[in-house]
């Protein structure tokens, strides 16, 4: 079964749906269930890279910031995001059955402010980290896709 998520906002504690006709429907469905409610705060998803996509964060990372440090070192950018991870996210602790292990942090689990946040790291260890500084622009400063030509 598919759950659906309903966004709402919460006003002088009342729970105000924005897809009423969804939410209706979906309460219908469950007549006469036992249900559990989860209400949490809302986390925007970052960007997915497509093109034209606002906040694009995902295309800024891959087509302004990898190869500007892929140009600076000769790597693969497959390696430079590797690097980058592991320099710049923490690890994290993955358990299966009675197995665990440590793997690279994940840019992909990271929320919108988490991913600048990470980027922002990356800009000022590229200026500050070599003798030669290696100058990334900031997303607004810098144009990319297919969209620009």
């Not at 429907?25 to 006469?32: A, D, F, M, Y």
């Not at 910031?65 to 497959?78: F, L, Y």
Request: aromatic share 10%; glycine share 6%.
């Amino acid at each position: 079964m598919i759950i659906p998520i309903f966004k709402a906002k919460i006003e002088n504690d009342k729970l105000l749906i924005h897809d009423k006709e969804g939410w209706r429907e979906w309460l219908s469905s469950l007549n006469q269930k036992a249900v559990e409610i989860i209400v949490r705060p809302f986390r925007k998803i970052r960007s997915s890279g497509k093109l034209g996509e606002a906040g694009n964060q995902n295309g800024y990372y891959w087509a302004v910031v990898i190869p500007i440090i892929r140009e600076w070192s000769g790597q693969d950018k497959d390696e430079i995001h590797d690097f980058l991870k592991a320099k710049f996210l923490s690890e994290r602790k993955i358990t299966i059955g009675k197995s665990s292990v440590n793997a690279d942090g994940s840019t992909r689990l990271l929320s919108t402010i988490e991913f600048e946040e990470f980027c922002d790291k990356i800009r000022v260890w590229a200026l500050t980290d070599f003798d030669n500084p290696i100058k990334i622009p900031m997303p607004n400063e810098v144009s990319w896709g297919e969209e620009n030509g």
